[in-house]
């Protein structure tokens, strides 16, 4: 999880939960990253599916340090980093939401 921040061209909405499909420097797990958009939408958790274009994650730097794993990214979006954040609370409870639901989901993918 990390924040989204706010800019030109971006699809994010201070009231929901930023799923996180490419970033400046690879595009994130795409089963991992479809698992977090059907479980927003059987939850009905308010989701933008966007793209960061100048952004890198923590996740990039694990799999470039060379890290075996599957990343994805979600965040609620911010006005502004590493001072005064300022965020919505409906984007934080959409992110606390589909964080909740993600073990859901995957009991539920067991079972079928």
């Not at 924040?3 to 795409?30: H, M, N, R, W």
């Not at 994650?57 to 799999?63: H, P």
């Amino acid at each position: 999880m990390d924040t989204d921040l706010v800019g030109q061209g971006q699809t994010s909405a201070e009231t929901a939960v930023t799923i996180c499909a490419k970033d400046a420097v690879s595009p994130y797990d795409y089963e991992l990253t479809e698992t977090l958009v059907r479980t927003a939408e059987a939850h009905d958790i308010p989701y933008r599916l966007d793209v960061f274009p100048h952004y890198g994650s923590d996740a990039d730097a694990a799999l470039n340090a060379g890290h075996d794993l599957r990343a994805g990214l979600i965040g609620s979006e911010v006005f502004a980093t590493h001072f005064y954040e300022c965020t919505h609370e409906e984007g934080l409870q959409a992110t606390a939401r589909l964080l909740t639901a993600l073990p859901l989901e995957g009991e539920g993918s067991a079972a079928t």
